[in-house]
């Protein structure tokens, strides 16, 4: 611990009126052994502080777009410091006060900032232990800390609040080694469920998102778009748009926008530009798609290695070759992206619904030739991201008008913007080849996947010989289009994972089939990691599974997944319309091993909600397009998962308290569509190798297993 | 054409000399500057923006002034009485039944015109009432929860 030298800090204190501040500059990889995220924080990570009032300030580069974080924080450095979580106020995504953070996705916040944020915090206990011990005379030994009240052990008369410790006080402190943190046996805030603190704004409307930000004179914004992706502007006139009262028009390189003092002004002034687009030429559409990212080039990659899959070829004495295939998915939150600008002395200040208020802030500043400390990104609530809010192209637009205009500007994408403007969870391929041996162990696995990336490929049963390739790994750059995609295609919560489980846990659930053996015992047999095989073992104690070779006929079916550092296993209960073809999913057990639980509650909405989500993707959710134009652009026909379609879920936590904190976010989504493939095969014999399982897949799977069965005899 | 329309809003009595074929969304947004009401499809399909007109739910960016001149109009900023919450709104912080909050104004709106007009649903019928109403965050389970506890009455426990 050392003085912080880092910021002025005179300044500093001039904002914030005083206090004790706690810094923290430490890797958490250090801290926690955690593997390295590549870019994390560099320079500070957190910092916390406690003011004259017996408040606790902590600043988060996070944002929360309903993962509940701000709550898990808070709960985070409440049980560190030794305070109440209602002592807490938290200040997140505001670039201007808070410490930098690459972006809240990953399932990362709990995993690599949390131990930051308890560092700073237990460090911060230290110093106003040091403070308390010389203004009751005491040594630090014989305090005792409870909801920021200091006392003398057995005297509890003697005591100080953090409060009057921090009165009058300007000390900075810097952590940059280890700190000691308590163990879960001592948690009193860790672990267990308080409220969540943005419940109250968020059921009385007074939560605030990015449109609801109304700086005065501020204009709202349309933008001109294409008609498709890759059309090129051939001609356009504004002149009855420049002609309306009220309406401003802006056309500068390549941002053609109307803006007015009302946002129906404003689509009023849309209608009446004029604009003509040169249409590329493309035929791909969501069945030519797969041929075409197969065979484009993209750079390939081995990404798991062992043993020999010539030799496993070699001692198959079965071989299973399937193809797996998957449309784009819309991450379609239901608040569409958007954004206020305002440019103000010399400085730009953006509120925008964005998971990277940072990178965000750095891009703003590149558009607009302005130093990045002349722009600030300020994140309100979110109202959902799912990955999709990375780019921020409407707040980039929101700049430029503000800047141009010289007034504030709002930009607030319509659901149609939304769709079209969606980077989109790519179509994707997984080809695998595997193979049991005459006694029903695999032997082989090799797999190529294009398009879907490595999340979620790499193998965690035991089979002698394996290679895993991917092609064309996603960037999830600005343009991550290239020659695979027609639109760009981004991060999806837990990006690629869905797709590769869906493959993998799929070719499992056949071989399974294949060897006559209950598909659980099956994976068991393949399976030596202990964390694994526990939470199998949990969900399947949870759910009563009874065992039986698939297709059993029951409807019931499981899938395992790794995802963010977390394990899970799903079983899904299905009862099927083999007429109609529908999937009625009836029941879903999920148990997850996550390392110490910050919040049980919290960690059990998230899952809930992944596996949620999850039905959508196997279900139903499939973009349509024709080359470039997207053609679901509402949703009256891009369906999403509705109240109708949620089974009984349950949600099983496995207890790993020799483990830290892992991601909660993303990991039970990971497996669902591949459980409701399974269960879908276990009640029927049909084997859906593409997803989403509509109607018409299903009946024709339905179709193709009955002809098998009856061609065997 | 700006006419005059007159409505009340929450309680209180609103006068406006404007278009009555404009949206009561943007109205509540904008003039009103009530922006717990939400923007999430324009068409209808997703409940973000409903509120009550007398005691139905209907969505805001699919209603004109026209229809609702000299109304009753409440929104998730009127729920709460004397700083007391709605029971709805109470049973969705207990039950956790919000993730984002995008959905949650019209989530709750829709509940408590289901409830009006069904004062004990059954969990079904919560379900079947509010399916018309989307959260990409998967909270249902315990939207549903939440309105069954808040018509029982058991949502107030805190």
Redesign the interface.
Known sequence: MSDFEGIDRRRFFQLTGGGIAVFISLGPWELFGQQRAPSYPEDINAYLLIGADGRVKIFSGKIE????VMTSQAQMAAEELGVAVESIDMVLGDTERCPWDMGTFGSMTTRFFGPALRAAAAEARQVLEKLAAEKLGVDPGRLVVEKGVVSVAGDAARKVTYGELAQGKRIARLVDRKAVMRAASQFEVMGKSP??I????????????A??V?PPGMLYARVVRPPAHGAKLAALDVSAAEKTSGVTVVNQDGLVAVLHP???GAEKALNLVKSRWDLPSSALDPETIFDHIVKTEGTSEVRQTKGDVAAGRAAAARVFETTYRKGYVAH?????HAAVAEFKDGKMTVWASTQTPFPTRDRIAGALKLEPARVRVVTP??????GGKSADLQAIEAARLAQITGKPVQV?W??QEEFFYDRFDPAAVVEIVSGLDDKGKVVLWDAVVHAAGARGASLFYDIPNVRVKTHGQPSYGADSAGAMHLFSVGPWRAPGANMNAFAMESQMDLMAAAAGVDPLEFRLRHLTDPRMRRVLQAAADAFGWKSAPGPSGMGRAVACSVDAGSYDALIAQVRIDAKGGSVTVERIVCAQDMGIIVNP?GAK?QM??????GLGYALAEELRFRGGDILDR???TYS?????W?PS?ETVLVQNNDLAPQGGGEPAIVATGAALANAVFDATGARIARLPMTPERLREGIAAAKSRRSAAG | MKTRVRFRVNGKPADLQTDDDRHLLWVLRTDLNLTGTKYGCGSGYCGACTVMVGKEAVRSCRTTLKEIQGKEVVTIEGLAKNGDLHPLQRAFMDHGGFQCGYCTSGMIMSACALLLAEPHPTPEAIARGLEPNLCRCGAHRRIVAAVQAAAGGKGAAS
């Not at chain 1, 777009?65 to 509940?68: D, E, I």
């Not at chain 1, 943005?198 to 998102?209: C, F, I, M, N």
């Open positions: 777009m309903g993962q509940g409220r969540r943005d419940g109250l704004e968020k059921v009385t409307g007074r939560a605030r998102y449109a609801d109304r009302d946002p129906e379609a939150p239901i608040e569409p609530f979110l109202g959902g991201g799912f607030a319509t659901r509650d909405m809930e909600g992944s596996i949620t989500m509402n949703f009256g999403i998962p509705r109240f109708s949620v879920i």
